[in-house]
Structure formats: C-alpha cells, structure tokens
C-alpha cells in the first residue's frame, strides 16, 4: 500500500500541493487527474523521489520513504516522450536498465515482458522504425524488467490514438493485473482515467477536489469543480469528435 500524509509543496513562494492524504491499494490503477498547473505532475514527482517534499511522509508498505532518494525506493516511471534511445534497437533499450542491478528480470522473465507486450517481431527495430504504440510498449516492457515496486505513467495515451490508444489502455490494465503492481497514470483526459482507472484523484490548485472510483466520480460528484471539469471536457471530447467525423461517432 502506499500512503501519502499530509503532502505539502511550494515552488518560489507560491503553494503547489497543501495537505495531500491519501491511500493506494496493491495492485488498483489510480489516475491522478486534473487542468494543467494542477499539481498532479508535481504529485507524481513526489511519489518517485524526483522532487522533494516541504511536509509530510510517503510511506510505501509500511516503510517511511520520505527521505529515500529516487533510485533506493524501486520505483520506476514511463516518461511521456518514452526516452527510449534512438541509437538502439527495440531489444537493447529494454534490457539496458538491467546493467549493472540486483533484484531485475531474469533472462526468461525479460522473454515472458516481451511475449506479454508483443514485441518479439520488432526486437531489431531502431526505435524510428516503430509506430508510438510499439515505442510505448517498449518503454513499459523497459520498465518492467527492473521489476519495480510501485508503476509510474505520465500521461501515456496523449500522443496515441484511436484504435492504439485503447490497445495501450488494455495493456496497461492487464500489466496491473497480472503483476499486481500499483499503477499511477497522470493525465488531463477524464475519459482516459474514467475508462482505466479503479480510482481517480482529481486535483485543483493544489487541493483533493475528490478521490473515488469511477463511477462515483460521474455519479456523485462532490462539488461543482468537479461536476463541471469532467462534464466539460467530455463536452469538448465529444465536439471535437463530431466535428471530425459528423454525429454517427460523437
């Protein structure tokens, strides 16, 4: 389980995240959600040990990581650009974390990531010969390999579409599942997290504006911030798509 206590940050003066609670279960897909300039990027930051925090604890499975530097807390992030390196082929980058580590995939487990996320066709492929979703299967299987205790996503699915999009989102649930691994995704879509998310954690300035699942999120908004963010970028979603393709699909 992770928990996050009372999580307070401050960039120059100016108050990012203010009294942050919350608990993950193992193996849920929580989805940190929220307009840009949220805080939600900062939080996921947090969580990895990539910023530091002003107050407060994060404590994983019992264990007070506040002070634990980013690469002691097993803790691993697939970046929105994937920073996969361009001058290796698809296999080399997903066993080059492995370098030099205990505690990471054997040689049958890597072969078991690549089965489970089907890329043994595209092994020898540099990656400007791959398609956006094979590049994100290959940083997810890349990050698998380290066998990390806790999953970090930022924004996954933004630079993906159609019919790869929900290809990704299928992968990613069924990654969460198998491994039961702790999966947190950062995103601006509410769609995105109302379709992959068991839990959602919308953010606005720094505050929790509601934490629950799905269906509590369209159903029981807990007040107008909410109600009003998710409506209207479902509005705007579905506008785009009928302007596109006529009101068949919107």
Avoid at 47 to 54: A, E, K, P, S, W
Avoid at 70 to 94: C, T
Avoid at 204 to 228: A, R
């Amino acid at each position: 389980m992770l928990e996050l206590q009372n999580i307070s940050k401050q960039f120059d003066q100016k108050v990012v995240l203010e009294n942050i609670d919350l608990k993950i279960n193992s193996g849920e897909i929580v989805s940190l959600l929220g307009p840009s300039g949220s805080g939600k990027t900062t939080l996921l930051n947090i969580i990895l040990g990539l910023t530091r925090i002003d107050q407060g604890k994060v404590i994983f499975n019992n264990e007070d990581l506040s002070n634990v530097d980013m690469k002691n807390r097993g803790f691993n992030i697939v970046f929105q650009d994937y920073a996969l390196f361009p001058h290796l082929n698809a296999y080399e980058n997903i066993v080059y974390g492995l370098r030099n580590k205990k505690d990471t995939a054997s040689a049958e487990e890597v072969r078991e990531y690549i089965e489970f996320l089907e890329l043994k066709p595209h092994l020898k492929k540099r990656i400007g010969e791959l398609s956006g979703g094979q590049k994100q299967r290959v940083a997810l299987a890349r990050t698998l390999v380290t066998k990390p205790k806790l999953l970090l996503l930022d924004e996954p699915l933004s630079a993906l579409d159609g019919v790869i999009k929900e290809s990704i989102k299928e992968r990613i649930k069924s990654i969460a599942k198998e491994f039961n691994l702790t999966t947190i995704i950062v995103t601006h879509d509410p769609e995105e997290a109302l379709t992959i998310s068991d839990k959602i954690l919308i953010i606005n300035q720094g505050n929790i504006s509601q934490f629950g699942t799905p269906f509590e999120i369209i159903n029981q908004p807990k007040n107008d911030f909410v109600k009003e963010f998710i409506l209207r970028q479902l509005q705007i979603k579905r506008q785009n798509i009928y302007n596109l393709f006529g009101e068949k699909y919107a």
